[in-house]
């Protein structure tokens, strides 16, 4: 598997996971708790989200063929699933729904685990990010190597998700509030272009381009 591809497949899950963008809404999430908490919360959640991913990654295409979905249909949806999540990290909306769906949860009586929800489901491992994997597994075909890369850029990031959680006051103290934003959107330019190539190729799997 191409360096490329791997590289390719890490910036896809960046962007659908935004670690950054989790952040300030974790902070918000685990105000009282004390460290030995708040360390507990930060480490289960990821765990759990990683599994989430895992799962989805392998027996997600049995769930699609349960439903008679075929993957074009699906990456034209996922396609615009994608394009959508960076409409709103170009405009700023995708914070400020994780914070309204993260109040919600609070004020909610099975929300007494905050690792599994809403840390785990939806912020980390969301919509985004477990049509990401799908598409991404099925881009990657049946080779141990490409699936390993697709796994291997999922790890990477909720890695890295973990470690800024874990460190979440310094995080928010080193790059502030308006560092945040400014590279969200700069990834939401990124990812709409990958949800684009993502339809189009949906698209010509249903309709193949005429050969002269």
């Known amino acids: 598997m191409p360096v490329s591809d791997f590289i390719s497949y890490l910036i896809v899950f960046f962007v659908v996971v935004d670690p950054p963008g989790l952040v300030p809404v974790y902070i918000a999430l685990t105000q009282g708790f004390d460290a030995r908490r708040k360390r507990i919360i930060a480490l289960r959640g990821t765990a759990i989200a990683f599994a989430v991913l895992v799962f989805f990654a392998y027996f997600g295409d049995v769930v699609l063929r349960s439903l008679s ?8 949806a ?3 699933l994608l394009f959508w999540i960076a409409f709103e990290m170009l405009f700023a909306k995708r914070a400020e729904r994780k914070e309204r769906d993260a109040g919600a949860a609070l004020t909610d009586e099975d929300a007494h685990d905050l690792a599994v929800f ?8 969301g919509p985004g990010a477990i049509t990401s994997i799908l598409l991404l597994m099925d881009r990657a075909g049946d ?11 999922a790890a990477v990031v909720i890695g890295s998700v973990t470690l ?3 460190g979440a006051d310094v995080v928010r103290r080193m790059l502030g509030r308006t560092v945040i934003h400014t590279v969200s959107r700069v990834l939401g330019i990124v990812l709409a272009a990958l949800a684009a190539e993502t339809m189009i190729s949906g698209i010509t799997a249903i309709y193949p381009p005429a050969h002269p």
């Open 69 to 76: 979905v075929g993957m074009p249909a699906f990456r034209i």
């Open 78 to 80: 996922g396609g615009a």
């Open 118 to 125: 809403p840390v785990a489901v939806p912020l980390i491992a």
């Open 143 to 153: 080779t141990v190597i490409g699936q390993a890369s697709v796994l291997g850029a």
């Open 164 to 166: 800024m959680l874990l």
